[in-house]
Nanobody, 117 residues
Framework: QVQVVESGGGLVQPGGSLRLSCAASRTIFSLYLMGWYRQPPGKQRELVAT???????NYADSVKGRFTISRDNAKNTVYLQMNNLKPEDTAVYYCNALNRFTRADYWGQGTQVTVSS
């Protein structure tokens, strides 16, 4: 069973920055497309960004130019650097690991990000 664990959430003022981390264990990390999703209060979960094992990235339009996803395959970890945060970025952020071959996917427990003055 693949385990996915997020960390790094918290409370930040508008315009501030946070970095989220996600560690995946018990797996061959390079097999997985890694992604960050978020669920704002009262809304559905939405894609934030994904990164393939080779480094190809994809971003939601709402975060382009502000968020950067990266991965360290040697550490089985994916990161989400969030800059110029806005109140509308407030959400529970989830990490997802999708196996490129079996299509099995795994979710972390989520980490809360709150952007407020």
């Amino acid at each position: 069973q693949v385990q996915v664990v997020e960390s790094g959430g918290g409370l930040v003022q508008p315009g501030g920055s946070l970095r989220l981390s996600c560690a995946a264990s018990r797996t061959i990390f390079s097999l997985y497309l890694m992604g960050w999703y978020r669920q704002p209060p009262g809304k559905q979960r939405e894609l934030v960004a994904t990164i393939a094992s080779g480094g190809i990235t994809n971003y939601a339009d709402s975060v382009k130019g502000r968020f950067t996803i990266s991965r360290d395959n040697a550490k089985n970890t994916v990161y989400l650097q969030m800059n110029n945060l806005k109140p509308e970025d407030t959400a529970v952020y989830y990490c997802n690991a999708l196996n490129r071959f079996t299509r099995a996917d795994y979710w972390g427990q989520g980490t809360q990000v709150t952007v407020s003055s």
